[in-house]
């Protein structure tokens, strides 16, 4: 399995960036090229991304699907509904999905995609911090 396949997209580094995810991660994303510039995007582990590091390049953490799996929660509990709501991942149909169902098994927010694991689980995260159901400032 390649890399690319064991962590998030570069569009979906990107947004997680943008909602304040603290990116602190074992890959990154570096664009090689300075601002501004053609981007020359390249994954890279921490340790070459210590040297590349720089204000005039961007990074994203490029995180895996482990990392991804810390910052969901195992269970939601939201207000008024009564129960928890439980997470279950699962490879079906080559989807890979994310669900979050209530005690008593009804859905109430899930996320597929064929692309890979790692999206499948930041996707679910996005979806949940732009939702105000999770705030990973409190983790």
Same mark, same amino acid.
């Given at each position: *399995?390649?890399?690319?396949?064991?962590?998030?997209?570069?569009?979906?580094?990107?947004? =997680?960036?943008?909602?304040?995810?603290?990116?602190?991660?074992? %890959?990154?994303?570096?664009?090689?090229?300075?601002?501004?510039?053609?981007?020359?995007? @390249?994954?890279?582990?921490?340790?070459?991304? *210590? =040297?590349?590091? #720089?204000?005039?390049? +961007?990074?994203?953490?490029?995180?895996?699907?482990?990392?991804?799996?810390? *910052?969901?929660?195992?269970?939601?509990?939201? +207000?008024? @509904?009564?129960?928890?709501? %439980?997470?279950?991942?699962?490879? +079906?149909?080559?989807?890979?999905?994310?669900?979050?169902?209530?005690?008593?098994?009804? %859905?109430?927010?899930?996320?597929?995609?064929? #692309? #890979?694991?790692?999206?499948?689980?930041?996707? *679910?995260? @996005?979806?949940?911090?732009?939702?105000?159901?999770?705030?990973?400032?409190?983790?």
């Amino acid at each position: *399995m390649e890399l690319k396949d064991q962590v998030c997209s570069l569009i979906l580094a990107k947004r =997680l960036k943008e909602l304040g995810v603290e990116q602190d991660s074992y %890959f990154y994303y570096y664009n090689r090229s300075p601002k501004g510039e053609e981007s020359d995007w @390249i994954i890279t582990d921490l340790n070459d991304y *210590m =040297l590349f590091s #720089s204000s005039n390049h +961007e990074e994203f953490s490029a995180f895996t699907v482990a990392e991804l799996g810390e *910052m969901l929660p195992e269970s939601l509990n939201l +207000e008024g @509904i009564g129960d928890y709501i %439980f997470i279950t991942k699962g490879h +079906e149909k080559n989807k890979w999905s994310i669900v979050y169902r209530r005690g008593n098994g009804d %859905f109430v927010c899930g996320f597929s995609t064929e #692309s #890979s694991e790692a999206d499948a689980r930041a996707n *679910m995260l @996005i979806y949940l911090i732009e939702n105000g159901l999770i705030n990973l400032r409190d983790k």
